[in-house]
Protein backbone atom coordinates (compact mmCIF):
# COMPACT_ATOMS: atom_id res chain seq x y z
CA UNK A 1 0.00 0.00 0.00
CA UNK A 2 1.09 3.75 -0.61
CA UNK A 3 1.15 5.93 1.86
CA UNK A 4 -1.46 8.82 1.77
CA UNK A 5 0.15 12.13 2.45
CA UNK A 6 -3.08 13.74 2.64
CA UNK A 7 -4.58 11.56 4.91
CA UNK A 8 -5.80 13.16 8.33
CA UNK A 9 -3.19 12.06 10.66
CA UNK A 10 -0.43 13.34 8.29
CA UNK A 11 -2.71 16.76 8.29
CA UNK A 12 -2.67 16.51 12.01
CA UNK A 13 1.22 15.58 12.07
CA UNK A 14 2.00 18.43 9.54
CA UNK A 15 -0.27 20.75 12.00
CA UNK A 16 -2.47 21.31 9.46
CA UNK A 17 -5.81 20.56 11.76
CA UNK A 18 -5.72 20.59 15.37
CA UNK A 19 -5.99 17.72 17.90
CA UNK A 20 -6.51 17.18 21.29
CA UNK A 21 -2.60 16.47 22.33
CA UNK A 22 -1.60 14.43 25.32
CA UNK A 23 1.54 13.43 24.78
CA UNK A 24 4.41 13.92 22.11
CA UNK A 25 8.16 12.78 21.15
CA UNK A 26 10.94 12.78 18.67
CA UNK A 27 9.05 9.49 17.47
CA UNK A 28 5.22 9.40 18.41
CA UNK A 29 2.72 11.82 19.14
CA UNK A 30 -0.92 10.76 21.33
CA UNK A 31 -4.06 12.84 21.01
CA UNK A 32 -7.81 12.21 22.07
CA UNK A 33 -10.08 10.24 19.51
CA UNK A 34 -12.64 12.84 18.26
CA UNK A 35 -15.57 9.90 18.23
CA UNK A 36 -14.83 8.13 21.90
CA UNK A 37 -15.89 4.69 22.49
CA UNK A 38 -14.58 4.47 26.17
CA UNK A 39 -14.39 7.64 28.36
CA UNK A 40 -10.64 7.45 27.77
CA UNK A 41 -9.73 6.46 24.19
CA UNK A 42 -6.38 7.61 22.82
CA UNK A 43 -5.07 7.39 19.30
CA UNK A 44 -0.80 7.05 19.36
CA UNK A 45 1.10 7.22 15.76
CA UNK A 46 4.09 7.25 14.91
CA UNK A 47 5.64 10.52 13.09
CA UNK A 48 6.86 8.58 10.43
CA UNK A 49 4.86 7.39 7.31
CA UNK A 50 3.70 3.89 8.12
CA UNK A 51 0.37 2.72 6.65
CA UNK A 52 -0.56 0.46 9.07
CA UNK A 53 0.70 -2.20 11.66
CA UNK A 54 1.85 -4.43 9.11
CA UNK A 55 4.01 -1.49 6.99
CA UNK A 56 5.35 -0.75 10.81
CA UNK A 57 5.97 -3.96 11.64
CA UNK A 58 7.87 -4.91 8.33
CA UNK A 59 9.24 -1.21 7.86
CA UNK A 60 10.17 0.84 11.12
CA UNK A 61 13.63 1.16 12.72
CA UNK A 62 14.21 -0.45 16.05
CA UNK A 63 14.09 2.67 17.60
CA UNK A 64 10.42 3.94 16.31
CA UNK A 65 9.44 0.68 17.45
CA UNK A 66 10.59 1.11 20.79
CA UNK A 67 9.46 4.72 20.97
CA UNK A 68 5.96 3.65 19.79
CA UNK A 69 5.58 0.97 22.78
CA UNK A 70 6.76 3.43 25.28
CA UNK A 71 4.43 5.86 24.20
CA UNK A 72 1.37 3.63 24.81
CA UNK A 73 2.61 2.71 28.62
CA UNK A 74 2.79 6.73 28.91
CA UNK A 75 -0.47 7.67 27.60
CA UNK A 76 -1.89 4.75 29.87
CA UNK A 77 -0.19 6.08 32.87
CA UNK A 78 -0.73 9.63 32.08
CA UNK A 79 -4.20 9.39 31.85
CA UNK A 80 -4.69 6.85 34.74
CA UNK A 81 -5.81 3.89 33.35
CA UNK A 82 -2.37 2.05 33.73
CA UNK A 83 -4.34 1.63 37.34
CA UNK A 84 -7.80 0.08 36.00
CA UNK A 85 -6.96 -1.74 33.06
CA UNK A 86 -6.93 -0.91 29.07
CA UNK A 87 -7.48 -2.13 25.48
CA UNK A 88 -4.88 -1.20 22.80
CA UNK A 89 -6.13 -1.96 19.39
CA UNK A 90 -4.77 -1.82 15.94
CA UNK A 91 -6.92 -2.08 12.98
CA UNK A 92 -5.02 -3.47 9.61
CA UNK A 93 -6.36 -4.42 6.27
CA UNK A 94 -10.10 -4.77 4.84
CA UNK A 95 -11.31 -6.92 7.45
CA UNK A 96 -10.68 -4.56 10.25
CA UNK A 97 -12.44 -1.60 8.39
CA UNK A 98 -9.24 0.78 9.63
CA UNK A 99 -10.20 3.98 8.22
CA UNK A 100 -7.35 6.34 8.70
CA UNK A 101 -4.39 4.75 6.24
CA UNK A 102 -2.03 5.78 8.83
CA UNK A 103 -0.74 3.57 11.34
CA UNK A 104 -2.65 4.38 15.16
CA UNK A 105 -3.37 2.41 17.99
CA UNK A 106 -6.17 3.09 19.80
CA UNK A 107 -6.12 3.02 23.87
CA UNK A 108 -9.12 2.32 25.30
CA UNK A 109 -10.04 2.48 28.99
CA UNK A 110 -11.78 3.98 31.74
CA UNK A 111 -14.66 1.26 32.24
CA UNK A 112 -15.12 -2.07 31.36
CA UNK A 113 -14.28 -2.14 27.29
CA UNK A 114 -16.92 -5.26 26.49
CA UNK A 115 -16.14 -8.26 24.19
CA UNK A 116 -12.96 -8.08 22.37
CA UNK A 117 -15.05 -8.35 19.25
CA UNK A 118 -18.71 -8.29 18.30
CA UNK A 119 -20.56 -11.21 17.89
CA UNK A 120 -21.18 -12.09 14.06
CA UNK A 121 -24.84 -11.39 14.30
CA UNK A 122 -24.15 -7.70 15.45
CA UNK A 123 -22.02 -7.47 12.60
P1 LIG B 1 -9.71 3.28 12.48
O1 LIG B 1 -11.09 2.86 12.09
O2 LIG B 1 -8.99 2.23 13.29
O3 LIG B 1 -8.90 3.74 11.29
O4 LIG B 1 -9.87 4.49 13.47
C1 LIG B 1 -9.83 5.83 13.08
C2 LIG B 1 -10.14 6.67 14.30
O5 LIG B 1 -9.75 7.99 14.05
C3 LIG B 1 -11.64 6.69 14.68
O6 LIG B 1 -11.78 6.21 16.01
C4 LIG B 1 -12.00 8.18 14.55
O7 LIG B 1 -12.92 8.61 15.53
C5 LIG B 1 -10.63 8.85 14.72
N1 LIG B 1 -10.49 10.17 14.11
C6 LIG B 1 -10.81 10.54 12.86
N2 LIG B 1 -10.50 11.83 12.65
C7 LIG B 1 -9.96 12.29 13.80
C8 LIG B 1 -9.43 13.55 14.21
N3 LIG B 1 -9.39 14.61 13.39
N4 LIG B 1 -8.96 13.65 15.48
C9 LIG B 1 -9.00 12.60 16.32
N5 LIG B 1 -9.48 11.38 15.99
C10 LIG B 1 -9.96 11.23 14.74
Redesign the pocket.
Known amino acids: MTYDTKN?FAK?LRGE?P?QKIDEDEHTLS?????P?APV?I?VIPKGAYCDWADFAANASAVEMAAFTKAIHRVAKLTGISKTGYRVI??TGLD?????PHL?M?VLGGAPVGPLVLAKSQL
Do not use: G, K, Y
Request: charged share 10%.
Open positions: IIICFADINQHLSNSHQEVHH
